[in-house]
């Protein structure tokens, strides 16, 4: 079992930044990958960013050059590290843990229960 919890989440108006943070614990592999996703009301659950156990990472189109994913594995700690915020980034944020490589929500088979993030306009 592999438990997630996530912080940083908050108010920030357009143009900010905040740092999402997520603590893992438990039955880690080493092969792993971790994702944060994000869902407002009435849209799907979508992947923002990814990253495995070898640093190789994954973005979404639109925050590309805006958002930096990253992990401390002597923590078991993965960040993100989202900058120029925009209002319809608003979206509760979601860590979550896949046994190995995954791009697609179903493979990540745990998950975090999820922090707020509001943008103001």
């Known amino acids: 079992q592999v438990q997630l919890v996530e912080s940083g989440g908050g108010l920030v108006q357009a143009g900010g930044s905040l740092r999402l943070s997520c603590a893992a614990s438990?039955?880690?592999?080493?092969?792993?990958?971790m994702g944060w996703f994000r869902q407002a009301p009435g849209k799907e659950r979508e992947l923002v960013a990814a990253?495995?156990?070898?640093?190789?990472?994954y973005y979404a189109e639109s925050v590309k050059g805006r958002f930096t994913i990253s992990r401390d594995n002597a923590k078991n700690t993965l960040y993100l590290q989202m900058n120029s915020l925009k209002p319809e980034e608003t979206a509760m944020y979601y860590c979550?843990?896949?046994?190995?490589?995954?791009?697609?929500?179903?493979?990540?088979?745990?998950w975090g229960q999820g922090t707020q993030v509001t943008v103001s306009r």
């Open positions: 979550a843990y896949a046994a190995g490589w995954a791009l697609v929500r179903d493979e990540y088979a745990y």
């Open positions: 990253i495995n156990s070898g640093g190789s990472t």
């Open positions: 438990g039955s880690i592999f080493s092969i792993n990958a």
